[in-house]
C-alpha cells in the first residue's frame, strides 16, 4: 500500500494523496505541480533535452520557478507513502527523501554543466527516493 500510495506520487505529484483517500490534499498538490512545471517550464526542458537540445533546455527552464520543484516532488513522495499507513517512523522515514531533495536542488542549480540535465536531476532525485521506498515501504 505504501508502495503503491509512493509511486503514484512519483508518476504525478498528488496522486498518491488521491490513492490514501486525501481528495484536497492531493488535488492541491497536483494544482501545485501544474503551476510550478509551467511557470518553470519543466517538460519543454524535458522534451529539448531528450531531443539532444541540452543547452536549449537550459535555456527555456525559469529557475526562479523550476527550483522549488525538487523538494516539492521529494516531499509529495514522502508524504504519499508515510500516510498511506499508520506506523512509519517520521522521522527515518524521511532521510532519504531529504536526501534526495538535496541532492535533486543541487543537480537543478548545476544542471548547466551536466551533459543531460534533465535526466541527471531527474535520477538524482529518483534513486534516493527508491531507495527510501524500499526501505521503508514495507513497515
Do not use: C
Not at 509529495?76 to 532521510?95: C, E, F, P, T
Not at 535520477?123 to 515501504?137: E, Q, V
Amino acid at each position: 500500500m505504501r508502495v503503491i500510495a509512493a509511486l503514484f506520487s512519483m508518476f504525478m505529484p498528488g496522486f498518491g494523496q488521491l490513492y490514501n483517500n486525501q481528495i484536497f490534499k492531493g488535488l492541491l498538490f497536483i494544482v501545485i505541480e501544474h503551476f510550478d512545471n509551467y511557470t518553470g517550464h519543466i517538460n519543454e526542458a524535458i522534451h529539448l533535452d531528450f531531443m539532444g537540445h541540452h543547452q536549449e533546455a537550459i535555456a527555456v527552464t525559469d529557475y526562479q520557478n523550476m527550483l522549488f520543484y525538487a523538494p516539492f516532488y521529494a516531499y509529495n513522495v514522502w508524504d504519499a507513502m508515510y500516510h498511506a499507513r499508520l506506523g512509519l517512523d517520521k522521522a527515518k522515514s524521511a532521510i532519504p527523501f531529504i536526501i534526495a531533495a538535496i541532492i535533486g536542488e543541487m543537480a537543478s542549480i548545476y544542471s548547466a554543466l551536466l551533459p543531460f540535465p534533465t535526466l541527471m536531476v531527474g535520477l538524482s532525485m529518483i534513486i534516493p527516493m527508491l531507495i527510501g521506498i524500499i526501505m521503508f515501504g514495507r513497515k
